[in-house]
């Protein structure tokens, strides 16, 4: 294939791409539920193998939420999209971006979620697709979600599931809202209240955490995106590579505190807010994050985000970075004499003090 047949058509697969970000829909119903989890979940609420749904077209469970879908299309706000399926109308799944000003932001966090026989009855099950990681109190890396509304929690009995009132936007919008918040560290029954300096440092210490295991929960979807969402992914990592790229900047070098940076910060993520002081960072945390940072900046580029400044300022602090490989050291072999110990030794051979104590140093000067 010749350079230019190949850029043609390289060129016609970014339009396609293009288009098709262009026209993705917040809401939509889909065929394609191959990945979802609840399909062969021992929870699923389907009999045999989980691909037949038992919901009846003609039961109250069936109305109840395709009542939902209308809810859903309607109301959705613009951080939260999600996909129904066709063939089974039990299944959902929603992602939910991640909110400026918490160590949330610019991620992307799917839940799947299956409505039990007798809806709405019952609230639906709903899991967080974790990828092993836990990086929220109410988000298991099992990917339980411990939520009121969903009755996986104690709490007060107006916070609970109300079959009359309930609804999967007010699911979202409460994980949106609440559990994914500025300082989750607080969402963990017993620990204390806001405000102590103690339990701010803790706090502060969480949201490191967090960030990077968002960071890891980043390239784990640019790596492989869920179904019916790929091309949402794409394009949301693509429009936000410079932003996310920026935090993680100016996080390792404590221009601003972890979860805080905003896009007005430039390229070293230093403010007019914040420049004129540091945010004291753990090491564990600087370690943590220069090694995704590369990690990152790499996905990013092969996803097609627009990364050259990254990337050369990368290489250059690689040149201008002391290496902390260990050094090898190699056994000295022995060299023949140069001319000053030559010149040296004759001298010390015509004044007779050749067979004297006194020796040439590793500088070339006489010692005794």
């Excluded at 262009?22 to 021992?42: A, G, I, M, N, P």
């Excluded at 179904?227 to 100016?250: K, P, Q, T, Y």
């Excluded at 564990?284 to 580029?301: D, H, T, V």
Aim: hydrophobic content about 35%.
């Amino acid at each position: 294939m010749s350079t230019t047949t190949k850029s043609t058509t390289c060129n016609g697969e970014i339009e396609e791409e293009l288009k098709n970000a262009l026209s993705f829909k917040q809401f939509d119903v889909v065929s394609d539920d191959s990945d979802h989890h609840y399909l062969h979940s021992h929870n699923n609420n389907n009999k045999k193998d989980g691909r037949d749904c038992i919901i009846a077209p003609s039961s109250q469970a069936h109305k109840k939420i395709v009542q939902e879908w209308r809810i859903l299309e309607k109301n959705l706000p613009d951080s939260i999209l999600v996909r129904v399926y066709e063939n089974r109308v039990d299944l959902l799944r929603a992602v939910i971006i991640g909110a400026a000003g918490t160590p949330y932001h610019d991620g992307l966090y799917f839940f799947d979620f299956s409505f039990p026989p007798d809806y709405p009855t019952r609230p639906p099950h709903v899991y967080y697709r974790s990828h092993g990681l836990r990086l929220n109190p109410n988000m298991y890396a099992n990917g339980r979600v411990c939520l009121s509304l969903l009755n996986t929690w104690s709490g007060k009995k107006s916070e609970k599931w109300n079959p009359n009132e309930s609804t999967v936007l007010q699911i979202l919008v409460s994980i949106q809202a609440l559990v994914l918040n500025e300082k989750p560290y607080f969402n963990e029954p017993g620990h204390a209240m806001l405000g102590r300096a103690i339990w701010e440092k803790k706090s502060q210490a969480y949201n490191e955490d967090v960030f990077l295991l968002s960071c890891k929960t980043m390239l784990f979807l640019l790596r492989r995106p869920p179904r019916n969402f790929e091309v949402f992914v794409g394009n949301h990592f693509r429009d936000r590579a410079d932003s996310i790229l920026r935090a993680c900047i100016a996080y390792m070098d404590g221009f601003v505190r972890v979860g805080y940076y905003e896009n007005n910060n430039d390229i070293d993520g230093s403010s007019s807010s914040s420049s004129s002081s540091s945010v004291e960072v753990s090491d564990r945390f600087k370690a943590s994050m220069e090694k995704l940072y590369s990690e990152l900046l790499i996905a990013l580029q092969r996803s097609g985000a627009s990364v050259g400044n990254f990337v050369e300022r990368l290489k250059v602090e690689k040149r201008t970075t002391p290496s902390r490989a260990p050094q090898v050291v190699l056994k000295k072999k022995k060299q023949q004499p140069g001319i000053a110990k030559k010149v040296i030794w004759k001298l010390k051979k015509v004044l007779g003090v050749g067979k004297s104590k006194a020796g040439v140093g590793a500088n070339g000067i006489v010692g005794t």
